[in-house]
T-cell receptor, first 117, second 114 residues
């Protein structure tokens, strides 16, 4: 039973290019969360998605960033026209959580480390 | 409001106990967690405690929760070099949207000296 799969592990982009980060949740998990970890900083929440729905995008920058979780296929975090400040580790997590029921915590992927040159 | 704070760095000698502290501000937190992040890896759930508990023990790990002071701690007994990692405290709050939102602390980097 594979865990949360993220790819690529490392991604290098030039300023102005687009970055696409993929996340396949654990089998049976329908809740996906994206977090960003800047060097020497903690995890910052970006967005929470369920299949075909964005539930909470309060942590997403207003411009250039978007996320989706289609009915089929992985969740995608897209960053358009990347800048140096976007360099960070981006982590995806999934959960089986159902509102109101016991919450067992997230299962995290190994992350995608984005470097903008 | 939601804000989870941790000290950034802790250094201990191998064999000693480590105590990592965390404070949170939202008294309605339902679950609190400790995650471990090894270099270059994702976060691994170590343990969790429900908000109506004071203590939880799991082998070398002891979690203490003081709800009055909104203080959570993780004690690692007989710390080993393999325990060197960043430890994140996290709280879960049922938000107005009807789902459980997790907020992470800044992480405490534990260095174990042989």
């Amino acid at each position: 039973n594979a865990g949360v799969m993220q790819n690529p592990r490392h991604l290098v982009r030039r300023r102005g290019q687009e970055a696409r980060l993929r996340c396949s949740p654990m089998k049976g998990h329908s809740h996906v969360y994206w977090y960003r970890q800047l060097p020497e900083e903690g995890l910052k929440f970006m967005v929470y998605l369920q299949k075909e729905n964005i539930i909470d995008e309060s942590g997403m920058p207003k411009e250039r960033f978007s996320a989706e979780f289609p009915k089929e296929g992985p969740s995608i975090l897209r960053i358009q026209q990347v800048v140096r400040g976007d360099s960070a580790a981006y982590f995806c997590a999934s959960s089986l959580s159902v509102p109101g029921q016991m919450f067992y915590g997230y299962t995290f992927g190994s992350g995608t480390r984005l470097t903008v040159v | 409001g939601e804000d989870v704070e941790q000290s950034l760095f802790l250094s201990v000698r191998e064999g000693d106990s480590s105590v990592i502290n965390c404070t949170y501000t939202d008294s309605s937190s339902t679950y609190l967690y400790w995650y471990k992040q090894e270099p270059g890896a994702g976060l691994q759930l170590l343990t969790y405690i429900f908000s109506n508990m004071d203590m939880k023990q799991d082998q070398r790990l002891t979690v203490l929760l003081n709800k009055k002071d909104k203080h959570l701690s993780l004690r690692i007994a007989d710390t080993q070099t393999g325990d060197s990692a960043i430890y994140f405290c996290a709280e879960t709050i049922m938000n107005s949207g009807g789902y459980q939102k997790v907020t992470f602390g800044t992480g405490t980097k534990l260095q174990v000296i042989p």
